[in-house]
């Protein structure tokens, strides 16, 4: 599977929102599993470290809102992560669960919502392309904090890069040339024809974000973005 493939016959993608957070809790395996069910082209997920080490599959930089639990999520080992529940029925998954539950059956944009997070990422995508059946073009890696993706950037030029603004396509553009990324995940409201077709014309696929309303998404792709980010997938 290629992630640029769409580009030789152009048709916007459909990317799963934190799984297929309209349907399911975020985050999960369960979430990621619908997504799966609707023919998703791809799944944006998020991630964290955690006290142990490990990154966990997680949007907020708390607990407070989705588990029964209290606090920085950055504060608690795994084996503490694991006894929560989120929204009463749901486990927090470890990026490697969820590796291994979508086992490359489509494109995985991994968002790098805290700090530390890029080398543990780039050492477990390594060791998925070299064993298990993923592939760098599989993989796109965004976030806001510039600092993580050019640590992306440093250690392995082979991991696509997106970043992720909303508030300057500009801006982002300027600093994504200087990582070479590959895309530019704006803020749906940021965009307009004329933008789209900029961004573009510089070399930049542009994914979007989170895009649910059926006048929103038809919008979207009256503009020709690459791939629509939906809590409502089956919208797309």
Not at 6 to 34: C, D, P, Q, W
Not at 39 to 67: A, M, Y
Not at 211 to 216: E, I, L, R
């Amino acid at each position: 599977m290629a992630f640029f493939i769409y580009m030789k016959k152009f048709r916007t993608l459909k990317y799963g929102h934190r799984g297929a957070k309209g349907h399911v809790a975020e985050n999960t395996i369960e979430s990621i599993s619908k997504a799966l069910t609707l023919g998703v082209d791809g799944i944006e997920i998020d991630v964290h470290k955690c006290k142990s080490g490990e990154l966990v599959v997680f949007h907020d930089f708390t607990l407070d809102r989705l588990t029964n639990g209290t606090g920085e999520i950055s504060n608690f080992t795994l084996t503490e992560l694991k006894k929560l529940a989120v929204l009463n029925h749901f486990q927090i998954p470890t990026l490697i669960e969820v590796l291994n539950f979508i086992s490359a059956k489509c494109f995985l944009n991994i968002e790098l919502k805290g700090k530390n997070t890029a080398k543990e990422l780039v050492e477990i995508i390594e060791y998925q392309t070299k064993n298990n059946l993923w592939k760098y073009s599989s993989f796109i890696v965004s976030s806001f904090q510039h600092q993580e993706l050019l640590t992306v950037f440093k250690l392995n030029k082979s991991i696509p890069l997106g970043v992720l603004t909303e508030a300057n396509l500009e801006d982002a553009m300027c600093f994504a040339k200087k990582i070479k990324a590959k895309a530019i995940h704006p803020k749906f409201s940021l965009l307009s024809e004329s933008n789209v077709r900029l961004a573009k014309k510089e070399g930049f696929i542009i994914n979007t974000w989170t895009v649910n309303t059926p006048q929103a998404i038809e919008r979207m792709k009256r503009y020709k973005v690459n791939a629509i980010i939906s809590d409502y997938p089956d919208r797309i």
